[in-house]
C-alpha cells in the first residue's frame, strides 16, 4: 500500500450545504467501482485520498475515470512534512522523468510549516537546477511539480487525469431511461448519469417483428452504460399486442404519434411504480416527425411527469461524437430493427393535432393493453459488463 492517489472534486465542491452527502456519495460510488481490488479511502470535504498497491493502478485509474463527480485523478507522493523527506522525494521522482523546463508550484495549507510557499518554491526550484541539466519556465513548463503542504502530510505530484466532472450517479435519485437500440438514447442516458442521477432502462419490443439479436443489442448498450454506474435494471416490454392494435385500427399517418403517447404511458407508470422520479429519453428536436415541437406537445400531453431529454438540442453529429467517447456507438449502429422503425408509415404526421389523436385512441382498448404491458414486463439485471451477447 506505499503509492496514493488524490481525488479532486469537480463542481460538487460549489454545493455547499449539499458537500457532505455528495461526498459521501462519491466515496460509495468508488468503493463500489474498486470492491475487488484492496485499497483504502480517506475523505475530507475537500478532497479524497486512495492508498493502493503500485500493480493495481492501470486497472483503478481506468475504473475511477469512469467515475462521474471526480474533477481530476492525481496520482502523487506522499511524504512526511519535514523538508529533508521531501528535497529527496523530489530528487527521486524526477530521475524517471524528461523535461527541459520547469516550474515549482508549492501550496502550504500547514501553517505550522516554518517556510513560505514562495520560499520553498525557490529553494525546491534551486536543488533541482543543482541536479538536473533544465530551465525554469514559469509560464509554460514542460514540468509542473506541485507540491502541497499539509496537516497530514505534504503532497509531491506532476500529472493530472481528467476526470469526467459531473455529479456521483445517485444524488438526484432516480430517472426511467427510454433505451432504444439507437445512437440517441444510450448518450441521453450517460448524460443524465453524469448529472447525478440514477437510471433504470425500459425496451419496448416487439416479437416476433423485432429481434432477440436487437433484444440483445439493447442489453449491451445498458451494460456500456453500466460501467458509469452500477446494478442497472433493464425493463423488457412487451409492445406487440398495442402495436399490432395500432397498425390495424389507426390511420397510418398518425400511427408514430399514438405509438409514442402508449410509450410515454408505460413509462410513466413504470416509472411511478419504480420510484423514478422523471422519464429520461434521447428526444432531439427536429430530428425525426415524432420530435418536432408540435409533436412533442402532442405526445407529450399524456404525462405530468418531467421528461428530461439531454440531446434536445445537440445535432446529431454532436450525439456521435459522444457516442464515440462513451463506447456506446459500435453497439448502436449495428443493423438491428427496432419497434419504432418497422411499423413506421410512409408519411407521418409532422404537425399532429391533439384532438385528432384522442379520438383515433379510442378505436383502441388501450388502457387494458397497457395494464398487460405492465404485468408481463421481464427485468434483467446488468451484473456482469463484459458478457458476449450479440
Ligand atoms: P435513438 O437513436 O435513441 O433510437 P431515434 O433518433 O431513433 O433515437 P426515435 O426512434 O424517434 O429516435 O425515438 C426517440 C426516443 O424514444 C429514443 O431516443 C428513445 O429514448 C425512445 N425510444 C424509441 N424507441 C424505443 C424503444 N424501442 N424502447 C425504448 N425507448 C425507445
Ligand atoms: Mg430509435
Same mark, same amino acid.
Given at each position: ?125 534551486? @536543488?533541482?537546477? !543543482? +541536479?538536473?541539466?533544465? /530551465? ?5 513548463? &514542460?514540468?509542473?511539480? #506541485? *507540491?502541497? %503542504? ?61 429481434? @432477440?439479436?436487437? !433484444? +440483445?443489442?439493447?442489453? /449491451? ?5 453500466? &460501467?458509469?454506474?452500477? #446494478? *442497472?435494471? %433493464? ?65 407529450? +400531453? ?16 454532436? %450525439? ?71
Amino acid at each position: 500500500m506505499e503509492k496514493l492517489i488524490l481525488i479532486k472534486y469537480g463542481e460538487l465542491t460549489t454545493k455547499k450545504d449539499n458537500r457532505k452527502f455528495f461526498v459521501k456519495m462519491l466515496e460509495n460510488n468508488i468503493q463500489n467501482k474498486l470492491a475487488n481490488i484492496n485499497i483504502t479511502i480517506e475523505k475530507t470535504l475537500s478532497r479524497m485520498y486512495i492508498k493502493y498497491d503500485k500493480k493495481n493502478e492501470q486497472e483503478i485509474i481506468e475504473k475511477l475515470t469512469k467515475v462521474f463527480g471526480i474533477h481530476s485523478i492525481v496520482i502523487c507522493d506522499n511524504v512526511n512534512t519535514n523538508i529533508d523527506d521531501i528535497k529527496n522525494k523530489v530528487i527521486e521522482i524526477l530521475k524517471e522523468k524528461q523535461f527541459k523546463t520547469f516550474k515549482v508550484s508549492t501550496k502550504r495549507s500547514d501553517k505550522n510549516f516554518p517556510i513560505t510557499s514562495m520560499e520553498f518554491n525557490n529553494i525546491i526550484g534551486g @536543488l533541482i537546477l !543543482k +541536479n538536473y541539466n533544465c /530551465k525554469v519556465d514559469v509560464h509554460n513548463p &514542460e514540468l509542473l511539480l #506541485n *507540491i502541497e %503542504i499539509r496537516k497530514e502530510g505534504t503532497f509531491i505530484y506532476s500529472d493530472e487525469i481528467k476526470g469526467l466532472g459531473g455529479y456521483p450517479v445517485k444524488v438526484q435519485g432516480k430517472g426511467m431511461l427510454m433505451l432504444s437500440g439507437g445512437i440517441d438514447s444510450p448518450v441521453a442516458g450517460y448524460l443524465a448519469l453524469k448529472r447525478g442521477i440514477d437510471i433504470e432502462c425500459m425496451y419496448f419490443e416487439s416479437p416476433p417483428h423485432t429481434s @432477440l439479436a436487437a !433484444k +440483445n443489442k439493447v442489453i /449491451k448498450l445498458a451494460q456500456t452504460l453500466n &460501467e458509469y454506474t452500477q #446494478n *442497472i435494471k %433493464i425493463h423488457i416490454i412487451p409492445f406487440t399486442k398495442i402495436q399490432e392494435e395500432i397498425y390495424k385500427k389507426i390511420p397510418g399517418n398518425y400511427n408514430i404519434t399514438i405509438m409514442r403517447r402508449m410509450m410515454y404511458r408505460i413509462a410513466e407508470k413504470l416509472s411511478k411504480k419504480r420510484n423514478c422520479k422523471v422519464i429520461i429519453n434521447g428526444e432531439s428536436i427536429g430530428q425525426v416527425a415524432s420530435q418536432t415541437l408540435s409533436s412533442m406537445i402532442v405526445i407529450n +400531453n399524456v404525462t405530468n411527469m418531467p421528461v428530461i431529454r439531454p440531446v434536445a438540442c445537440l445535432d446529431k453529429l454532436e %450525439i456521435i461524437e459522444i457516442s464515440k467517447k462513451i463506447k456506446t456507438y459500435e453497439t448502436s449502429i449495428l443493423p438491428y430493427e427496432d419497434c419504432c422503425t418497422i411499423f413506421v408509415p410512409k408519411h407521418p404526421i409532422i404537425n399532429p393535432n391533439l384532438e385528432t389523436a384522442i379520438n383515433y385512441e379510442k378505436l383502441i382498448n388501450y388502457e387494458e393493453l397497457i395494464n398487460e404491458c405492465i404485468k408481463n414486463i421481464e427485468t434483467i439485471k446488468i451484473e456482469k459488463q463484459e458478457e458476449e451477447l450479440l
